[in-house]
């Protein structure tokens, strides 16, 4: 059994061509071999605009203002714990790892901003979330965030789309 991302259009200013939900797949896979995680996972993923976010990013952070991309974990892990087959859905078969929504206004303007395309941001992004969803967090400056962002590097670096 493969992992399943399902992923849900809720914003209507951007088009979501097939190609950008296959690259989301792939990023999310990518993130979950890398860690060597060897269950079936499911992963939702909703595109959002600006005021979505926003009001998302309200509610469960207390910041009233538009963010690229919210995690929401279904487990509280720490790096390198992985929930197992043992937390797998019945009825399904499949562990759910969490959601993430991903604003792609805010995609656009990042990738701009950063002087890259919008699939390489757009790939950063849900492999930045897939990660906090395993438990990486880089709210401290510290190794967190150094353990963090190498494991993004590699992830990108592997789906060869490295930072130019």
Known sequence: ??????ITNSQKA????SGLRILIRRACNA??????????AEISVTFVDNAAIAELNNQYRNKPMPTDVLSFPEFELTPGQLPGQEDADPGT????LGDM???LE??????KEYGHSNRRELAYLAVHSVLHLL??????EGQQKAQMR????????ALGLERK
């Open 101 to 103: 929504a991903i604003s």
């Open 14 to 17: 951007i088009k979501v061509p």
């Open 93 to 96: 078969g499949y562990v759910p």
């Open 106 to 111: 805010r995609v656009k303007a990042q990738a």
């Open 31 to 40: 993130v979950l071999e890398f860690e060597h995680f060897e269950a079936p």
């Open 150 to 157: 190498a494991r993004e590097e590699a992830i990108m670096a």
């Open 1 to 6: 059994m493969s992992n399943k991302v399902l």
């Open 135 to 140: 438990g990486y967090d880089h709210m401290d």
